[in-house]
């Protein structure tokens, strides 16, 4: 008798790791379509119909300010996996492992402690005005019939108690969780790197360079 031959057998599927969770600012990326729109519209506007240096003049704005403004608005952006952190700022990025993580806080701006160093999470904006509307709508809760929101949270299995937090805040929290979870897996080890934007710092400082040349010279 033949054994069976358990080459063929299918494997069991391995789990793959959840996507990276990602924080960006709403506000931030609406200000910086608007402003891209409005500078292709007045720069394209210079370009095309612009006399003498007018138009060398527009491309020197629009190569330094397109890329502040990208980098300002668009660019920030924070990304969270299983193993690491990596936080997009407007001039360069930050990869810091879960278990380089010192702390994460929210006062009057978002920052990441990791390997003796403070960061800023430029796409988490701390919004005081949100906060004051959460603390609101937490008390204006609390003061509701108890009663009837308990029976009405009880049958969903929420709880009412649970404070508002802002968007902000929220954000931080999370991170803070995911530290805590993902601090003693193996590939969440080692030490922060940090990557400096070049493709946003070199067009901007060909403008600028360009600019100064033309005011100079003109």
């Given at each position: 008798m033949?054994?069976?031959d358990n080459s063929s057998a299918p494997k069991p599927a391995q789990p793959e790791p959840y996507a990276?969770?990602?924080?960006?600012?709403?506000?931030?990326?609406?200000?910086?379509?608007?402003?891209?729109?409005?500078?292709?519209w007045l720069g394209g506007d210079a370009l095309v119909r612009g006399e003498g240096r007018t138009p060398w003049l527009?491309?020197?704005?629009?190569?330094?300010?397109?890329?502040l403004v990208v980098a300002y608005t668009l660019r920030p952006a924070v990304f969270a996996g299983t193993e690491r952190l990596r936080v997009r700022n407007p001039f360069r990025t930050i990869t810091v492992p879960w278990a380089s993580?010192?702390?994460?806080?929210?006062?009057?701006?978002?920052?990441?402690?990791a390997g003796d160093h403070k960061y800023q999470l430029w796409a988490l904006p701390v919004s005081l005005r949100a906060r004051k509307r959460a603390a609101r709508q937490t008390t204006r809760g609390a003061a509701?019939?108890?009663?009837?929101?308990?029976?009405?949270?009880?049958?969903a299995g929420l709880s009412d108690a649970a404070p508002r937090r802002a968007p902000s805040?929220?954000?931080?929290?999370?991170?803070?969780?995911?530290?805590?979870?993902?601090?003693?897996?193996?590939g969440a080890q080692g030490a922060p790197s940090v990557r400096?934007?070049?493709?946003?710092?070199?067009?901007c400082?060909?403008?600028a360079v360009l600019l100064v040349v033309l005011t100079a010279t003109g």
């Open positions: 033949t054994s069976p990276d969770r990602v924080y960006r600012s709403p506000s931030a990326l609406i200000a910086g379509v608007v402003l891209l729109a409005l500078a292709a527009a491309l020197a704005a629009l190569l330094l300010l397109v890329p993580v010192e702390g994460v806080r929210a006062g009057y701006s978002s920052e990441l402690f509701q019939d108890p009663h009837a929101r308990g029976r009405a949270s009880s049958a805040d929220q954000a931080i929290e999370e991170l803070r969780e995911l530290a805590e979870r993902h601090a003693d897996s193996e400096w934007a070049y493709e946003i710092i070199a067009p400082a060909v403008g």
